[in-house]
């Protein structure tokens, strides 16, 4: 018999909108209005920013889930050489406001908000994700019952530490009462499959399934997800 689903919760980014343009415009125009102040700065590659970043999780633990001071402290790092320290600060705080709103500058998959709509008449729905992208910013906001971020979690997926929390937000709610919905195949499928949560695979871009346990059911478009999720629980 199928599961009593009572909560759904979803990802965020590259589930309900493309992630990609829209980080790496917020990511271009940042440093744009950086060098704007302070003229030409050495950003360094890929692999110097990861470098950087198990330097400072060293230092502080927080910087592995606090993606937001990750970024800061980046940033107070590019620019070291700019004195006095006040001023940095304000540009590095400044710069960050500017990130943070151009990483709302989002364009939803189509058919997200009538999906998100309706469904919100018969589930509780949530929103797990690691980013810092905040769902009450937009107007669909309204639809979700909670929101949780690594920020609040204090863990990433796929670590279990949100879907944790998720219970604690609905009352009555254990793991086989939760449908969770998002498009990575570790972060989100392999996560709730570990916690013998339900899951569906968003999978707009034809994807390979590349994990040793069974693929769950999968979606491309929003527009089909209410009557997949009707066909499956509410017969
Ligand atoms: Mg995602």
Redesign the pocket.
Known sequence: MNKKIKLITF?????LWD?HPTIIKAEVDTRKWIEGQVGEVEWGDLNDFLELREDLIKEDKSIAWDISKLRKEIFRIKLSHINPTELRDEIVNKAFEIFISKRHEVTFFDGVKRCISDLSEKYSLGIL???NADIYKFDIGKYFKFSISSLEAKDSKPNRSHFDMALTKVNGVGFDNVLHI???QV??IFAANELGIDCLWFNNNNAQWEQNFKKPDEFSSWHDLTNIISNKYER
């Open positions: 990802d965020l980014d590259d589930t992630n994700t690691n980013g998002g498009d990575h972060n989100d």
